[in-house]
């Protein structure tokens, strides 16, 4: 299997993310996927392969203008606004019931355009963020020239920016921008999400499509973040309705009540009959991830991975969330040997 790769990842790394009342040390971190890359090397899982240049033309498919202007512009905005300081911008203030809608400054942007004090934008994260785009959009590519599969090792991640938010370190929606490019060539795509977290961002802008169906299994909302998207009663509106499918789970699930909702999530995706299948890969539902509550093993990633490949269709796996450093990438890997075959 080839791996799509870029070093402009190393771009964005922020130290810290506001979290929990506090600074704490950033967790989507650069070693994430230098662990990842390294293993790929390790184990021979195939090729790793540079991204191509595809431009803001795939992206504006999926994102609105104004939201990539203020993405490229953010940094610069923030730095001319403090600029004594050295602090990556993090929003502070949000447009909340009974205000105005205002995006005339970076205050106002940033609370207008993001969703969480967890997301800092660096001075390298416009760039990263672009080039982790053009990941997914290389694999996307080798896909739609006859690959059966391809792994694009995105950083920052993407499921939870939509058309118009960043949020939960996410800045674009590698995945969503991916299975547009797939869409407008002809194909019909469907995307399984499997990150501990719910995809707000890839099932926004997905909602009331009637061409992408948009599966995910993710720790309940009513405990987890995003914590106001992602309940089991969101199933697509207008051409939509049907095409959005959440399955969401207890915390400290583990193996066998994961494989049932899988089993569930599998059968949605082959009754849709997709031309392509795009896989949210998080791997936060491991059982020692530092933000997360589910139990799967080291082990279940290769189950994973072969039920993936049961499908038989063509797939595309994004990297996303995982944040245990010393078993990410062993169980990264794990899902893709699982799906090989190996
Ligand atoms: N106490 C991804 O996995 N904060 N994003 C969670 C938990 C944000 C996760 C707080 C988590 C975002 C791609
Ligand atoms: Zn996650």
Known sequence: MKTFYSPAHLLHAPKEEFEAGRLSPAVEVPERAER????????????????????????????????????????DDWRTRYPD????????????RGMRLNA?????????????????????TFEAA????????????????????????????GHHASGDLFGGYCYFNNVAVAAQWLADRGLRPAILDVDYHHGNGTQAIFYARADVLFVSIHADPAFAFPHFLGFGDERGEGEGEGLNLNLPLPRFTAWDRYAEALQTALRRVREFSPDVLLVSLGLDTFEADPISHFRLG??????LGEAIAGLCKPTLF????GYNLEALSEITVNVLEGFAGH
């Open 36 to 75: 990842v890359r390294a293993e790929i090397e390790r184990r021979k899982v195939g090729p790793i392969l540079p991204p191509r240049r595809f431009g803001d033309d795939p992206i504006l498919r999926v994102h609105g203008a104004r939201f990539v202007s203020f993405l490229r512009a953010a940094y």
């Open 85 to 96: 300081d050295t602090a990556d911008a993090i929003p502070s203030a949000w447009p909340a």
């Open 104 to 124: 005339s400054d970076i205050e106002s942007r940033l609370g207008s355009y993001g969703s969480d004090t967890a997301t800092p934008i660096t001075r390298g």
């Open 130 to 157: 672009q080039a982790a785009v053009d990941v997914a959009l290389s694999a996307a590519e080798a896909i739609h020239g006859g690959e059966g599969a391809a792994f694009a090792l995105t950083r920052p991640p």
């Open 298 to 303: 080291r082990e279940d990633y290769f189950r």
């Open 318 to 321: 994004a990297f996303e969330g």
